[in-house]
């Protein structure tokens, strides 16, 4: 093999992989941003973050030990922060509202919800997904159906 064959595929193969490493690294940071809230959060609580997970702009967390649940989400508009003991907690749903533009066609999905219902009957809704904010919907569902699970096996 002759030595412009090697700078050439060297040359080719970091212009491909630097800027993917960048976007990673850069993916990373602002995921954090979600969670440093919650960790600042349950810090005041005396709390400790077992299980976290982030996605576009919301982020779940859960504190095992005092089975406190943490939500944020942040957005261009608003930024919200709150916790919920899951003691009080009687059940947890997944909330999923669609638009039909027409009959014929399938309803499109406009917003997800993760619904805490209490034992002193109040609803609290969770925004994962709105489509007036994000056009991204596939992970979300799956993040509400996996956070429905661990909320109801934590009541």
Known sequence: MDTSSI???TVTLTVCLVPLLLLGKQIKKA???LLIPILEE??????VISVHEMISDVCFALDEKQ????YYRSTKEIEELKSFNLNEVENCKIEIIRKSE???SNAAIVKVF?????KTSA???LVIFDLQESTQLI???LFAEKWNRIINSKI
């Open 67 to 70: 089975n406190t649940f943490y």
């Open 7 to 9: 700078l050439w595929g």
């Open 123 to 125: 609803i609290k809704k």
């Open 139 to 141: 992970p979300e569902v």
């Open 114 to 118: 993760l619904e805490l219902h209490f």
């Open 31 to 33: 995921s954090r941003k």
């Open 102 to 104: 027409n009959r014929k």
């Open 42 to 47: 349950a810090k005041n609580n005396n709390g």
